[in-house]
């Protein structure tokens, strides 16, 4: 049998993983207490909802161009609309 290192050394760094490691993990629902994992994955309520959930079609090129740039995209979306509202104020105001 093969000995197992241990996964830090003497001043608590860890080392870079192997696949030999991966395989003795353990999914966490059978390590973790289960107050944890009731918690785990919850979001709370929203103090006061910031933003509206809707549903938009968009250009193809528009789409691949914002998700391009990393999570975060739609937020980006989000702030090139506004932008746009606050260059073009007569067609903001119309919209609004």
Do not use: Y
Not at 12 to 40: I, Y
């Amino acid at each position: 049998m093969k000995k197992i290192l241990p996964l830090t050394n003497e001043v608590g760094e860890v080392r870079e993983l192997l696949a030999e490691d991966l395989t003795m993990f353990k999914p966490a629902n059978e390590v973790l207490p289960k107050s944890l994992q009731q918690k785990l994955g919850v979001r709370g309520p929203q103090k006061a909802p910031k933003k509206i959930a809707t549903t938009i079609r968009l250009s193809p090129d528009v789409l691949a161009a914002f998700k391009a740039t990393g999570d975060g995209w739609q937020t980006r979306i989000d702030i090139s609309l506004r932008q746009f509202i606050k260059e073009h104020p007569l067609l903001g105001e119309a919209c609004l």
